[in-house]
Nanobody, 125 residues
Framework: QVQLVESGGGLVQAGGSLRLSCAAS????????MGWFCQAPGKEREFVAT????????YYADSVKGRFTISRDNAKNTVYLQMNSLKPEDTAVYYC??????????????????WGQGTQVTVSS
């Protein structure tokens, strides 16, 4: 079992940056694919980015490509989401998630087994 705790959210002006962190418990963090999702009020949870366990391959939603970067530090059991050039439409609760298997798609939230509590990101115009 994996427990995930996000941090780093907050209020930022449009064009600014934030770095989200997700600390994981357990000794097998490196064996999990990790993902970031977001959910705005009244909307479904949306894929943001994912990083694979072995190769560290990364995939992004089109809306964040070139602005966000996902990375992981297996020695620290932590995954990061560097968010640059933030836009008001990025405002949402951001969740960290973990899975042993993508089950066909790392972009689908139903394929993730463990979730953090979420951290609020608010971008003002």
């Amino acid at each position: 079992q994996v427990q995930l705790v996000e941090s780093g959210g907050g209020l930022v002006q449009a064009g600014g940056s934030l770095r989200l962190s997700c600390a994981a418990s357990g000794r097998t963090f490196s064996s999990y694919h990790m993902g970031w999702f977001c959910q705005a009020p009244g909307k479904e949870r949306e894929f943001v980015a994912t990083i694979s366990s072995s190769s560290g391959s990364t995939y992004y939603a089109d809306s964040v490509k070139g602005r966000f970067t996902i990375s992981r530090d297996n020695a620290k059991n932590t995954v990061y989401l560097q968010m640059n050039s933030l836009k008001p439409e990025d405002t949402a609760v951001y969740y960290c998630a973990a899975t042993k298997s993508y089950g066909g798609s790392g972009r689908n939230y139903i394929n993730y087994d463990y979730w953090g509590q979420g951290t609020q990101v608010t971008v003002s115009s």
